[in-house]
């Protein structure tokens, strides 16, 4: 088991890419051609609905054009990195430096902080739709934008399960942590770096209404980044996240809330938010006990 735990913490995810660093140019250049991607994604489920049923395009299609989005930046990072690899520094886009940890019980700490992060999340975004309920506009273009997701993601549980829970976290921690956040670390102030990030991580959801949550959690996984250059972590925090909402998503009895506190009661809400920030804020100060390597966090250089 130590040795297993060893192999996977020095892992290089992606090594093909670390010699890649981009910064606030280079991030806007993988945003757009993670639109482009997009493009080719929804190219493909046109193709495939020529020739498939609509139930199939339904259960399938997104299997096909999720991944397809994150082919062009790939491609290019994996291009613009072979030509930096003879004449600049690389830097991993995964690390393990879990200071007085040991990995797995960075890994629990990384659960409970998971669990914290969507409780403490939900309260914003509980506010965030009352605002959208009480403007007409609003609610109509909540209500088109929530349709389209759902016919994304409105397939059997496996494929939800698959898509949100496996394929999001390991490109879009790629993607928003592995590339734009590594590469911000080296450029700025890490505060505005992981802050850049996670509205990077915001925008890349393209929904409004994702998107309060998205960079609330995307903080949170910038610091646990930072402090410990995992990419690993981020997509556990991301795996839970997402794989706890799908989980819950096609659970009959659970279907009619959309928030924590709508299940739960105002009493019983208010005593486990307290808790989930107390429980944050022990995550967080675990996390701060990891010294810092280098100015830019804990990333190690190839």
Same mark, same amino acid.
């Given at each position: 088991? +130590? ?31 993670? &639109? ?56 991993? &886009? ?36 009352? &605002? ?65 990030? +996670? ?14 949550? +998205? ?7 910038? !610091?646990? !980044? ?54 944050? +804020? ?21």
């Amino acid at each position: 088991m +130590a040795l297993f735990a060893r192999r996977v913490n020095n892992y290089d995810l992606y090594a093909g890419h670390a010699w890649y660093v981009p910064g606030v140019g280079g991030m806007f250049g993988l945003l757009g051609w993670f &639109l482009v991607g997009n493009l080719l994604g929804s190219l493909a489920v046109y193709i495939m609905g020529l020739f498939l049923p609509h139930q199939s395009i339904v259960d399938y299609g997104p299997l096909v054009s999720y991944p397809l989005c994150f082919v062009p930046p790939m491609l290019y990072a994996a291009s613009q990195s072979r030509k930096n690899m003879l004449f600049d520094p690389g830097y991993k &886009l995964s690390s393990a430096n879990f200071g007085p940890f040991k990995w797995w019980v960075m890994a629990l700490i990384t659960v409970v902080l998971s669990f914290a992060t969507m409780i403490s999340a939900d309260l914003p975004n509980y506010f965030n739709m009352k &605002l959208t309920d009480s403007v007409p506009a609003l609610k109509q273009l909540y209500d088109m934008v929530m349709g389209i997701l759902e016919q994304v993601t409105g397939g059997p549980f496996w494929s939800s399960f698959l898509l949100t829970a496996i394929f999001a976290p390991v490109f879009e921690e790629w993607l928003c942590r592995g590339m734009v956040l590594r590469g911000l670390l080296t450029k700025m102030k890490p505060g505005w770096a992981i802050v850049i990030s +996670a509205l990077f991580f915001a925008v890349i959801h393209l929904n409004p209404w994702q998107a309060l949550n +998205a960079f609330i959690i995307g903080v949170v996984m910038g !610091y646990v !980044y930072y402090k410990t250059g995992s990419l690993w972590l981020t997509m556990l925090i991301h795996f839970v996240n997402n794989g706890f909402a799908v989980i819950c998503a096609h659970i009959p009895s659970l279907q009619e809330y959309d928030y924590w506190i709508d299940m739960m009661g105002t009493s019983t809400y208010t005593v486990v938010y307290i808790a989930s920030l107390a429980a944050l +804020a022990l995550c967080i100060w675990a996390f701060s006990r990891i010294p810092l390597k280098a100015p830019y966090g804990n990333i190690d250089k190839v």
